[in-house]
């Protein structure tokens, strides 16, 4: 039986593209509607994996990922991080005015630069994904969407712009995740589920445990908790693995300090992909 690998569809996104990179034909590639179905689908199976994205360098973090991690509903655990730099291309067809121009959120504030410049006239709207927008393109006359290069063989449409220049680097960070396996490889970073005690200075405590121990925290999210009126959870990056000692060493110390405390996973990281 094949790996099956869910991804956040439909075919033609940024996770589409990610997981065909890192998976290649040794996989069935499975289009799911939400972050939600593709976590389900993998706690479900011990066997298959999933693509999520967790943050994007300038939209910032992809909450509902950030969220069914820290609530561990669906069980999942991570396995890899992967990342791709993304370039944008203009998609439409040749001859015809764009007056109406469709795209995730995230590429058209990236964009906004070289949109006022080369479609200083065009309406922008908003729409789930950029595989939605070349959707909505390929089935309007005077439309264009703002997406990856691969979309365009996939909507019929044609390339009338690449890469389109985008005003901030645009890098976008996935999770390869599991039914909360322990990862292969050698791991570079640990994400951990924090939730500390409702008292002053307990951030604080919690942070001079990793600090005393030279370990350095990449990321540090927090989220209300549902049903507790201001009380927070923290999803928090480490570099470092739990096999190094020094990191051991934090964890427990922080341990003390913490209404509870979660390992989501210890994982290697990939070089970035590029669109």
């Excluded at 990179?21 to 799911?32: I, M």
């Excluded at 479900?44 to 969220?67: K, L």
């Excluded at 002053?200 to 370990?215: I, K, Q, T």
């Excluded at 060493?249 to 922080?254: G, I, L, P, S, V």
Aim: charged fraction near 20%.
């Amino acid at each position: 039986m094949s790996l099956e690998v869910g991804y956040l569809g439909p075919m033609g996104t940024y996770s589409h593209l990610v997981a065909e990179k890192r998976f290649g034909r040794r996989a069935r590639l499975v289009p799911l509607p939400s972050v939600l179905d593709v976590c389900s689908f993998v706690s479900r199976h011990p066997q298959r994996r999933g693509i999520v994205p967790i943050e994007n360098s300038s939209g910032g973090a992809i909450y509902e990922t950030v969220d069914i991690l820290l609530a561990n509903r669906p069980r999942i655990g991570i396995e890899e991080e992967l990342s791709l730099n993304v370039s944008l291309a203009l998609l439409g067809r040749r001859g015809e005015k764009v007056s109406v121009l469709y795209s995730h959120f995230a590429p058209l504030e990236h964009s906004q630069v070289w949109l006022k410049k080369h479609l200083p006239k065009a309406t922008h709207r908003v729409v789930a994904s950029t595989a939605a927008a070349a959707v909505h393109a390929a089935s309007e006359m005077n439309a264009a969407a703002l997406g990856n290069r691969r979309l365009a063989r996939m909507y019929g449409l044609d390339v009338l712009a690449y890469p389109v220049q985008s005003d901030v680097p645009n890098l976008t960070v996935f999770y390869v995740i599991n039914g909360g396996r322990a990862a292969s490889g050698t791991p570079e970073k640990t994400t951990l589920a924090v939730k500390l005690p409702n008292t002053p200075g307990s951030l604080c405590s919690f942070l001079d445990r990793f600090r005393n121990e030279d370990v350095n925290l990449s990321r540090l999210l927090s989220r209300p908790i549902r049903g507790c009126p201001r009380e927070y959870a923290f999803l928090i990056d480490l570099v470092g693995g739990t096999s190094e000692q020094h990191v051991r060493r934090a964890m427990r110390a922080a341990r003390r300090t913490v209404a509870e405390m979660r390992t989501v996973g210890s994982y290697p990281t990939r070089s970035p992909y590029s669109s």
